[in-house]
C-alpha cells in the first residue's frame, strides 16, 4: 500500500513535467538567432528535396516524384515545370528525386542533372511497381527491387529539351526501404 502514494505521485509529476518540457522545446524551435529570419520564399511545391541556383537567377526545385520545376528568379511566384520524370520515378517511401545538380558553367552549357531512385532493376523498363511497393514482397520484408539512375537533361529556356534524357549512370540496385545510388 505504501507503494500506491508514490506511483500516484511519480505520475502526477510525469504528466506535469511532459508538457513544460515540450512547450519549451517548441519554443526554442520558433527562436531564431539574432540576424535570422524565417518567411516562405517559394511555395507550391510538393514535398521539394533539391534547389539549384543558377548563375542567371533562375532556381530551380526537384519534388520527390520526379518533377523539376524552375522560377524565374527569387521574386518568381508561379514556376514553370521544366521536366516530368515521374514515369520514370519510384516515389515511395523513402525513394524518389535523390538529387539535382547544374552545370558548373550552366547556362551556357546548359546540361541538369537528376539523381533519382529509378523504377525498374537495372537493364529493366520503368514503371514497375508505380508508386507503391505490394506485398508481396512487401516494403519491409524483402523489398521492392528498383535502381539508381543519373539522367542529364538539356535545358532550352525554362524547360526541358524534347531530346530524351541522357542516361548518365546507372547501378546500384535497392531492396528494401535503402536507396543506394552510385
Request: proline content about 10%; hydrophobic content about 35%.
Amino acid at each position: 500500500m505504501s507503494q500506491h502514494p508514490r506511483f500516484k505521485a511519480a505520475l502526477l509529476t510525469f504528466a506535469l513535467l511532459v508538457p513544460t518540457v515540450v512547450a519549451i522545446s517548441t519554443a526554442q524551435a520558433a527562436t531564431l538567432p539574432p540576424n535570422f529570419s524565417d518567411r516562405v520564399v517559394f511555395s507550391g511545391l510538393t514535398n521539394p528535396t533539391a534547389i539549384q541556383f543558377a548563375d542567371d537567377g533562375r532556381v530551380f526545385a526537384a519534388q520527390k516524384n520526379g518533377v523539376i520545376k524552375v522560377f524565374d528568379n527569387l521574386a518568381d511566384t508561379t514556376a514553370t515545370t521544366f521536366a516530368d520524370l515521374s514515369a520514370n520515378v519510384h516515389d515511395f517511401w523513402d525513394r524518389g528525386m535523390l538529387g539535382l545538380a547544374l552545370h558548373p558553367g550552366f547556362p551556357a552549357n546548359p546540361y541538369v542533372y537528376a539523381l533519382y531512385a529509378y523504377d525498374a532493376p537495372i537493364g529493366g523498363t520503368p514503371p514497375t511497381w508505380g508508386d507503391g511497393c505490394p506485398t508481396p514482397p512487401g516494403p519491409t520484408t524483402d523489398g521492392c527491387l528498383v535502381s539508381g539512375r543519373l539522367s542529364r537533361l538539356t535545358a532550352s529556356g525554362n524547360t526541358r529539351s524534347p531530346r530524351p534524357p541522357t542516361r548518365t549512370r546507372s547501378g546500384s540496385s535497392a531492396t528494401v526501404c535503402a536507396t543506394r545510388s552510385g
